[in-house]
């Protein structure tokens, strides 16, 4: 049981990147899944949710409006859309399932 990241990288300010969270060996439309994010000498901190079955989205006020967390069960993946990124976004994005984290993935934003 593995959730693997992947589509980090380095964007400019108010740029986009999606990220991808690949499921190995669960389906990822019977849990609740999150994404989070950590920078060195801080504690981890939630992002975005979304709850298994229906689909419900939660956001952390930091990027509301901005991220969108979505799923695609055909492919078993579940998406971080980020939006009008600032250099503040800059962080390790985890993928979570409950009692699983990903290997994480680098996003950098900087001009």
């Known amino acids: 049981v593995q959730p693997v990241e992947s589509g980090g990288g380095l964007v400019q300010p108010g740029g986009s990147l999606r990220l991808s969270c690949a499921a190995s060996?669960?389906?990822?439309?019977?849990?609740?899944m999150s994404w989070y994010r950590q920078v060195p000498g801080k504690e981890r901190e939630l992002v975005a949710t979304?709850?298994?079955?229906?689909?419900?989205?939660i956001y952390a006020d930091s990027v509301k409006g901005r991220f969108t967390i979505s799923r695609d069960n055909s492919k078993n993946t579940v998406y971080l859309q980020m939006n009008s990124l600032k250099p503040e976004d800059t962080a390790v994005y985890y993928c979570w399932r409950h009692g699983y984290w990903g290997q994480g993935t680098q996003v950098t934003v900087s001009s």
């Open positions: 060996g669960f389906i990822v439309s019977s849990y609740l």
């Open positions: 979304i709850t298994a079955g229906d689909g419900r989205t």
